[in-house]
Nanobody, 124 residues
Framework: QVQLVESGGGLVQPGGSLRLSCAAS????????MGWNRQAPGKQRELVAG???????NYADSVKGRFTISRDNAKNTVYLQMDSLKPEDTAVYYC??????????????????WGQGTQVTVSS
């Protein structure tokens, strides 16, 4: 069993920045890929970013160039640096752990664990 705890969410103005953190504990050796998904009210859940243990990353088109995912394997922690935030980024952000599937050109993820979520609100 793996437990994931997010932190760093909050209220920010358009154009601002936030840095989300997610610390994993428990059976940490079962962790391969980690990532972030988000869900806004009335909308489908979507992958924001994913990263393999080796550091290969994938991003949703809507956040490319603005968000950066990274991880510190020694600390069992994954981060999401969010810059140039837009109102449409408002959502609950969930940290995930699981495994990557397929080559980097067509990668997807199978998430086995979910964090509790942290609210990100982008508004004036």
């Amino acid at each position: 069993q793996v437990q994931l705890v997010e932190s760093g969410g909050g209220l920010v103005q358009p154009g601002g920045s936030l840095r989300l953190s997610c610390a994993a504990s428990g059976s940490i050796f079962s962790i391969g890929a980690m990532g972030w998904n988000r869900q806004a009210p009335g909308k489908q859940r979507e992958l924001v970013a994913g990263i393999t243990r080796g550091g290969s990353t994938n991003y949703a088109d809507s956040v490319k160039g603005r968000f950066t995912i990274s991880r510190d394997n020694a600390k069992n922690t994954v981060y999401l640096q969010m810059d140039s935030l837009k109102p449409e980024d408002t959502a609950v952000y969930y940290c995930n752990a699981g495994r990557s599937v397929g080559p980097s050109s067509s990668r997807s993820y199978k998430w086995d664990y979910w964090g509790q979520g942290t609210q990100v609100t982008v508004s004036s």
